[in-house]
């Protein structure tokens, strides 16, 4: 369990507290890029770490990160008018380009300097794997852009969305990471009771090793001729990757090689998760439509609106089915997303860490706190903080497959860090 002070240090994530601060150190995925399709196009509303902005693409194509209000007098950005290479405010004609300068003030002289001394907020972007990235910390101190294999993965071999959680961003990327409770809540044929009856089964055998970038861990079950590894990766801060090549079920033919999420706190209560799948085979190009319809599965695709947001929420209990969960499912909520969701939410909107009893099976949630605890006392020392440098994460790629079953896991599984792109 943690103290209200700790928790408070861990979920806290506005501009000043220390989980604030933390995040703005490194990139963070803001907006997909079919969020701001086109050159002069609309504007859109962005609320990251607590702070309002306005994000839009100009006329050279760059995706631009401004503070939602005009310096002049306050008025909304969002209503502005997105034309050669600026923003102009409606209300009083200021126009700001994507670096914040004021390159137009026509309710003043023309000859006056006033333009020079006034700015917008502005954050550097960076767009890779389908996503619009922004930096809100210090300029001087800005890491180079996002590493990652996904990033690298052409568009034919990825897929990437996004949902709206209405809770903390530390509840929803605990649960992604958890990797114990999948056999139970999203346990899909209630008939088979095995999963409550059997630890060895229901746990395997989590192993975790704390990195530069994060930590790794993997679930290792023994089966009758070998041994099924599934590994995991945590990327510093709230970045999380599986593979779903293999296992013991079969090769899966109409899906990614590797998905995951990214979770990015909106404020203090609600979070966007961002879903991503690739094939890390050139030769196997994504199928799209057997992904969408996979993500509408999942709960996400066809259940979420145009901002999506799921139409299974608190506000309906998630559709719950309780004829459903009495005689075929544990949760009687279609989609393994929005599972999650009822859970997670359902905690509250910050839960209490306080009153938590953490068991043997708590490892990986033990683990992150840990990484997240130990990355804050770095900054805050103004030591080095993880994954800063896209170098210690670039490589790492996760795996699901079976291995000889007398095979020490660690070295079975080496070359299943080489990436391809």
């Known amino acids: 369990m943690l103290s209200p002070a700790e928790n408070e240090r861990l979920t806290r994530v506005g501009p000043g507290t220390p989980m604030g601060r933390l995040f703005r150190r490194y990139w963070l995925p803001t907006l997909l890029a079919e969020e701001l399709p086109d050159r002069d196009g609309a504007p859109v509303r962005v609320r990251l770490l607590g702070e309002d902005l306005v994000a839009f693409r100009d006329s050279d194509g ?36 994507r670096n914040g300068t004021c390159v137009d003030m026509p309710s003043e002289p023309p000859d006056s300097l006033f333009k020079t001394k006034v700015t917008i907020d502005a954050y550097p972007t960076w767009e890779g794997g389908g996503m619009i990235w922004a930096y809100l910390g210090p300029p001087e101190l800005k890491p180079e852009p996002p590493g990652h294999e996904l990033v690298r993965t052409p568009a034919t071999h990825r897929h990437v969305s996004k949902s709206f959680e209405e809770c903390n961003f530390l509840q929803a990327l605990e649960g992604g ?30 192993q975790l090793d704390k990195t530069d970038y994060g930590f790794t861990y993997a679930g290792i079950r023994k089966l009758t001729n070998n041994t099924w590894v599934r590994g995991y990766h945590y990327i510093m801060p709230s970045f999380h990757m599986r593979a779903t090549v293999e296992g013991p079920f079969g090769r899966r033919a109409d899906g990614p090689t590797i998905d995951g999420h990214i979770w990015i706190p909106i404020d203090d209560e609600h979070t966007w998760v961002y879903s991503f799948g690739y094939s890390h085979d050139p030769a196997r190009p994504l199928e799209l439509d057997k992904v969408r319809a996979r993500d509408t599965r999942l709960g996400r695709g066809d259940f ?11 506000a309906n209990d998630y559709e719950i089915d309780r004829q459903v969960q009495k005689e075929k499912t544990m949760t009687g909520i279609q989609g393994i997303n929005t599972q999650d969701l009822a859970l997670q939410e359902g905690m509250g909107p910050i839960v209490d860490r306080s009153q938590e009893h953490l068991g043997t099976t708590d490892r990986a949630i033990i683990t992150l706190r840990q990484v997240l605890t130990e990355t804050l006392d770095s900054l805050e020392r103004g030591g ?25 896991w660690r070295a079975a599984t080496k070359t299943d860090l080489t990436t391809k792109f």
């Open 304 to 314: 979420l609106d145009k901002n999506y947001r799921s139409r299974l929420n608190k």
């Open 177 to 206: 990471i958890d990797p114990t409770h999948a056999s139970i809540m999203h346990n899909m044929n209630i008939g088979d009771r095995s999963f409550l009856n059997n630890y060895d089964e229901l746990v395997a055998n989590i």
């Open 62 to 97: 760059v995706a631009a990160l401004v503070g939602a209000f005009c310096p002049h007098r306050r008025a909304p950005m969002f209503f502005g008018r997105n034309e050669e290479c600026g923003l102009r405010c409606v209300y009083h004609g200021w126009k700001f380009d």
């Open 384 to 408: 080095p903080l993880r994954a800063l440098d896209p170098a210690t994460y670039r490589n790492i790629r996760s795996f699901d497959r079976l291995i000889d079953g007398d095979a020490e």
